[in-house]
């Protein structure tokens, strides 16, 4: 168990931020957060600057840089160390304008916040999904008490959908941190161990149908129903993930409907 006094540094958060986190700490982090909520929403802060920053630059950052200007080429040329030392202060001039830009491009190219969303929720699947001891911290047969617990934690009255009729078992749920504040996860598994997760927070966000996101060999449909945003996510097979999500959607649905 992550002894919760224990500071997370910096460097950790900017690390599971950037997606460099060894994997070993990406738990200790994510239950950290998860007690620290005023340190989450900065760091879901920080994940939404370095998206809208990948979104607007990305794709000149993965650009080669010009022949003209690699040291290499330069040192051929027999310029001097004094030219070359001007050419790494513009170059590093031209970046710190980049930067001063960053904000004014974070709002004309800032991601969807849904899209920020099932990145966490992605995120979260891909932690957890390879747990064998501790994929949960409240167990299935507890779904009162996990159901009350977390519907306070979200201030919103949440529902655990019923899936054993399309094969899948309930194991369990956790609380996480999120961008828009705590969120809610939900484990099933079937019979051969295949392995399904459902991601509730607050989205801020009107009604919306199912979108689709894949990503490494994971995918997840996502959707908005009166405030709260679900994301179902699992391996890579959209038929099937498909299948449990439009269930999923539709006991969303019904239970909207009976408190209308």
């Known amino acids: 168990m992550t002894d919760l006094n224990t500071p997370i540094t910096d460097d950790e958060l900017h ?63 027999g310029r001097s160390w004094t030219a070359i030392a001007a050419a790494a202060a513009v170059a590093a001039f031209m970046v710190g304008s980049v930067s001063g830009w960053v904000a004014r491009g974070a709002s004309a190219a800032n991601p969807n916040g849904l899209e920020l969303l099932t990145s966490d929720a992605l995120d979260a699947y891909k932690l957890y999904v390879v747990e064998v001891r501790h994929p949960v911290e409240v167990p299935g047969d507890e779904r009162a008490h996990m159901t009350q617990w977390l519907s306070k934690r979200l201030g919103a009255d949440l529902k655990i959908p019923e899936l054993q009729d399309i094969g899948l078992k309930l194991v369990g749920g956790r609380l996480l941190p999120g961008a828009t504040g705590a969120a809610a996860f939900y484990m099933y598994e079937t019979a051969s161990g295949e392995r399904f997760t459902i991601y509730c927070a607050k989205a801020g966000e009107p009604d919306s149908a199912l979108h689709y996101k894949g990503a490494e060999g994971t995918a997840a449909f996502y959707f908005v129903d009166k405030d709260i945003a679900y994301v179902v996510s699992g391996p890579a097979n959209r038929d099937r993930l498909e299948k449990v999500t439009q269930e999923i959607y539709a006991q969303v649905e019904k239970a909207g409907q009976r408190k209308s």
């Open 15 to 77: 690390a599971y931020v950037d997606g460099e986190l060894p994997a070993d700490r990406q738990g200790a982090v994510l239950e950290w957060l998860a007690a620290n909520p005023e340190a989450a929403a900065q760091v879901a802060g920080w994940r939404a600057q370095a998206e809208a920053i990948r979104a607007r630059y990305g794709a000149v950052a993965s650009e080669p840089v010009p022949p003209r200007f690699k040291i290499e080429t330069l040192s051929r040329r």
